[in-house]
């Protein structure tokens, strides 16, 4: 990966959908060298995803819950449960294991109070394995970004 390559990938983290030729004009390449260094970007996963960000408000998940996780037992049955529970619920927009006091932070998106409470029951309140949690209801999205560079 040279300095062309991290230009490109500076443009595509803010708009995806910018043409080979208004990337090769800003960074001083052809549409075609543009090109074949997206597709290896691509193909070696530097690039994992192109995809569209959309607004919660606009569509009605206007609450960001921000939540620590505590496990009673941390086995790796345990945690790839967890895990795996985490990845098929619909509102968790991001999960990290972590190092810390908490084993999970959890950012939820969702419609309202009673969405996540329903949440908490059936992820957590019924599941054996939760020690405790702690939630953050978040006031203000001051800055949300996916980008690395």
């Known amino acids: ?38 597709k290896k970007l691509r193909e070696t996963g ?13 569509l009605g998940r206007e609450m960001t819950i921000l939540v620590e996780v505590i496990l ?7 945690l790839d449960s967890f895990k ?3 990845r098929n619920a619909p509102c968790v927009q991001q999960c990290y294991y972590t190092t810390g006091e908490a084993d999970f932070m959890l950012i939820l ?11 908490t029951q059936a992820y957590f309140f019924d599941e054996s394995n939760i020690s405790r949690f702690k939630t ?14």
């Open 1 to 38: 990966m040279d300095d062309n390559d991290l230009k490109i990938l500076r443009l595509v983290q803010g708009n995806a959908r910018l043409t080979a030729e208004t990337i090769g004009q800003d960074i001083g390449l052809s549409p075609a060298a543009v090109q074949k260094r997206l």
């Open 46 to 58: 530097v690039i994992e995803k192109e995809i569209a960000v959309l607004s919660p408000a606009k």
């Open 72 to 78: 009673e037992r941390e086995n790796r049955a345990h």
């Open 84 to 86: 795996r529970k985490m």
């Open 109 to 119: 998106v969702v419609r309202d109070i009673q969405e996540y409470e329903a949440f």
């Open 136 to 149: 953050s209801i978040v006031m203000d999205r001051v800055k949300t970004s996916l980008d690395v560079l």
